[in-house]
């Protein structure tokens, strides 16, 4: 990327991110001379982190070779810097909450995808045709979702180091679920006004607890100023035991007698207020109607002497009517003025989503109308779903957070509230780019990353091709860290990038001396190439030094005991050296016989590189001394001497020759061990001028005379 090529701002789509480079040579207050010298920086990001590196180059100095010389790079110039992005900050709370929502969004995916196998294709199923099975089905994610936020709040709350900005973006993010919830994906046994008052009450709690107890603390509760204020704010919320509670604890009675029978019946219609769970059916239709009926004739026949408690009552029981004028007038929000029209006013006619939108136009629409403050992204994505602009919420709430935006698209997509529309433009859906975003943003910070493959692999191909430039890029750093990464590579079939990652982290236990642990990652991924390198290694640094190699415990058993491993390919590809572990062994513990046999195994074995068979007829001599008894098999000789000749006939490698050098020249530990006098090394054998045409002199000279010696013995 280069920050003056001008075609990124051709783009219609950019990129807004801030880049830091602190180390970078530019002066202060010197920027405009810098770019005058024709400088650029460029950066190459990196794909896990946010972080990049950066160099200062030239714009356009091809163009014009002399003024080469006019643009030399001075030292400072010259050199590396790292670029870096503010980095996506979680505390340990928001962790906590994107953990147990990732399982919810999983869950919702899985069920899901069985929904669509057993009942239907979602690009075809229409939200009518399936309200019976959907509603339910998404409103326990959805719930999940929310009561998980509120939980998230509650724990923040009790945070020494609570940081508003945070508690905000929580509070926010459960204001929206609720309405989504409340709105689209309301329960079967909830009806539309139940819901939306409720939602009102918990994004904006009104009338507040504080005030309400100083009001019935004071001496004569109805004379305090801000008494009927607080009576009409609870009526217009639909608290109506709140209400009740305020009118018997009053004391109006002792400013106003009369009082007394209009407080008894407004208490008793407000206790038989039809809060219907469902829809309305004919006889509540009548219930409520003889309801409302009762209020309006208390509103004609109301007459106090006092004339303040007198227009008190009238307002409050214009408000439970539903009056539109009264609701108009006593609302502070369009919130609360919503919320009270679909309690009050018409709950009959609020039976579908339509409704509401018509509802909710009454409010915002007209002379008297309220206005959504659109700089505040939590209202706004709330009016844009109770007016159907389902596209314009989500990017409303991708303001608030964008963890909260991609669950949100996510549910209404599958639900068929969100259209899942794509162009040549734009290939992606809404639901998909709000997700990856997410994503994007949680693979950047250490706690999150495993979440963010979560959200990745719900987006086909471009989700993939992120999991699968990422994962090897997951820092290393214990073999539990591994085995996770491993596991997600074997969870999107990505073997290319399984072998890269098991690779990188076995090299590291090879370098601790871990072979067992790097075989056994080297198997998980079939990488046969890279066992066999161990093999040889250990073959040739035993034969270099004349007895085994050291290892660890696991790579000791897989050599005693090849077939301990569950994976034949392990026994396989660390045979030869096992075979070589045990000539040694044997040699060292006496068992001539059976040392001579896997001796002479290795040297006609046609899969053992040419290179070392110099140094394996080297440990023949040691079996073949006549002044011991006879150790090899006349067959085992005959074989060995059928390898003998055709290796003779090949002409020596320099590698052949370096490593008899290397092992001739070996100070072993055996010279100096009590086990060299029970086990013979041909180094002490034979001379040290002695050369590789020599050693194989030597050899054959050895076997003649055990073929001689074998017609007169019997095989050992």
Known sequence: MDFQDTSYDEQEEVLDLTYIAPDAPIESGKLKEWRDRRRTLKVVIHPLLNMAI??????????????????????EESALYTVHTPIFFLNSCQVRLSNVMSSYFE??????????????????????????????????????????????????????????????????????LYCVEAIYLNSDDRNYSELIVEWVNRSDPQPSQQDGLEIMTSRTPCLHPGFWSYVHKAALRGLFKQVISCLQQSGIESVE???????????????????????????????????RGRVISCIRTLKLDNLEISSAFRCLFEIISGDRDAIFRE???WQECL??????????????????????????????????????????????????????????AAQIQSGIAAHISDLLLKAGILEEFETNEYPLS???????????????????????LVYWKTVSEIGIQRIKTVLPRIPLT????????????????????????????????????????????????????????????????????????????????????????????????????????????????????AAAHYLASLIKAVDIPKKYMLLLLAEMLSFLDDSLPRAFTMRDIFDCIAAIEEFQSLIFKEDCIKLFNKAKSYNSYLQNSQSSQNSDNWRHKINQNINENNILELVRLQITKTIARGFLEPDP
């Open 54 to 75: 950066s160099w200062i180059s030239i714009i356009d100095i091809y163009k014009n070779p002399k003024e080469k010389q006019d643009y030399v790079f001075s030292p």
């Open 107 to 176: 869950e919702l995916q899985m069920l899901y995808e069985n929904l669509e196998y057993k009942f239907f294709d979602p690009k075809e199923m229409l939200l009518g045709s399936s309200q019976s099975l959907i509603p339910s089905f998404f409103n326990r994610i959805c719930k999940s979702y929310r009561i998980a936020t509120e939980d998230a709040i509650n724990e923040y709350k009790n945070d020494d180091e609570m940081d508003q900005d945070i508690l905000m973006t929580l509070v926010d993010s459960y204001t929206l």
């Open 257 to 291: 007698p009369k009082a007394v029978e209009v407080i008894d019946t407004t208490i008793d219609i407000l206790e038989t207020f039809q809060s219907y769970r469902k829809s309305f059916g004919n006889e509540n239709i009548l219930k409520w109607r003889h309801w």
């Open 331 to 333: 609302s502070d929000t």
């Open 339 to 396: 919320g009270a029209l679909i309690l009050l006013n018409d709950p009959l006619n609020c039976k579908t989503v339509k409704d509401i939108y018509r509802v909710y136009d009454s409010v915002v629409k007209g002379e008297d109308s309220f206005t959504v403050d659109e700089t505040l992204p939590v209202e706004s994505a709330c009016a844009a779903l109770f007016s159907g602009n389902i596209p314009k919420a989500m990017i409303q």
């Open 430 to 452: 809404l639901r998909d780019y709000l997700v990856l975003n997410y994503a994007d943003q949680l693979i950047t910070n250490p706690d999150t990353w495993k979440i963010a």
């Open 478 to 593: 214990s073999d539990e860290r591994t085995e996770e990464v491993l596991a997600f590579c074997d969870q999107f079939h990505l073997h290319e990038e399984a072998c890269m990652i098991a690779s990188i982290w076995a090299k590291e236990l090879e370098r601790k001396k871990k072979l067992g642990s790097a075989v056994l990652l080297y198997d998980r991924v079939n990488n046969a190439y890279q066992i066999d390198q161990i093999n040889w290694i250990l073959f040739e640094t035993s034969l270099i030094q004349g007895y085994p190699a050291n290892v660890d415990q696991l790579m000791e058993t897989f050599l005693e005991s090849p077939y301990s491993s569950s994976s034949r390919s392990i026994a396989s590809l660390l045979a030869p050296y096992a075979i070589l572990n045990s000539f040694y062994q044997l040699k060292f513990e006496g068992k001539r016989c």
